[in-house]
């Protein structure tokens, strides 16, 4: 089945600094990519998503990147602001594990240093 | 427009003990999921339903039970609760597989 490697596991940047996390993923089929961001102590919510025909996308600060030849995609946020602190986790839309659901990634902790 | 609502917020069961997660939405989404996040980890998902009558097993169904009578509510049935399922709970729904999910607030449960 899918399966979506996430790294780094945890990322410290100063504020202002720029940070990069990444996916890969394994079913070639997949063609939805989203990114959640996490609060402590609150829900996952979208923060941005790319589709399969698209090689980037970008909202303000934060920007996706796709590379569906060496399958893998990659969060950027620029100029991160101590509100970017939060768990960050990707998410692939597989077709080999026969559900209609998405495979999320094992998340990235980031802490934005004042 | 609510979204997605959970209750309770927190529970605590005794070992063997059952109860019912509840979970709805009030946007006519017909994908709803359940995932359980341990501390410190990702979502795992549980059970998912792609509408009314129609529910399926994601990675970790084990120990749980579902049932989707109506778009709106999808609860999570725990039977004979057990530590390894102390986790936060969270529902989701969806207009489709490859489209945004909206969370619920989450549902902190402890087995002890």
């Known amino acids: 089945g899918e399966n979506v490697e996430q790294h780094p596991s945890t990322l410290s940047v100063q504020e202002g600094d720029s940070a990069v996390i990444k996916c890969t993923y394994s079913?070639?089929?997949?063609?939805?990519f989203p990114w959640y961001k996490q609060e402590l102590g609150k829900r996952p919510q979208l923060i941005i998503d790319i589709r399969s025909n698209v090689g980037e996308k970008k909202d303000q600060r934060i920007a996706v990147t796709l590379n569906k030849t060496a399958k893998h995609f990659s969060l950027h946020i620029t100029e991160t602001q101590p509100e970017d602190s939060a768990v960050y986790f990707c998410?692939?839309?597989?077709?080999?594990?026969?559900?209609?659901?998405?495979?999320f990634g094992s998340g990235t902790r980031l802490q934005v240093q004042p | 427009n609510a979204g997605v609502t959970q209750t309770p917020k927190f529970r605590i069961l005794k070992i063997g003990q059952s109860m019912t997660l509840q979970c709805a939405q009030d946007?006519?989404?017909?994908?709803m999921y359940w995932y359980r996040q341990d501390p410190g980890m990702g979502l795992k998902l549980i059970y998912y339903?792609?509408?009314?009558?129609?529910?399926d097993k994601g990675e970790v169904p084990n120990g749980y039970n579902v049932s989707r009578s109506t778009t709106e509510d999808f609860p999570l049935r725990l039977e004979l609760a057990a530590p390894s399922q102390t986790s936060v709970y969270f529902c989701?729904?969806?207009?489709?597989?490859?489209?945004?999910?909206?969370f619920g607030p989450g549902t902190r449960l402890t087995v002890t």
């Open positions: 989701a729904s969806s207009t489709g597989w490859e489209y945004e999910q909206y």
């Open positions: 339903s792609v509408g009314a009558g129609i529910t």
């Open positions: 946007m006519n989404h017909n994908y």
């Open positions: 079913d070639s089929a997949s063609n939805y």
């Open positions: 998410a692939a839309s597989p077709k080999d594990t026969g559900r209609r659901a998405l495979t």
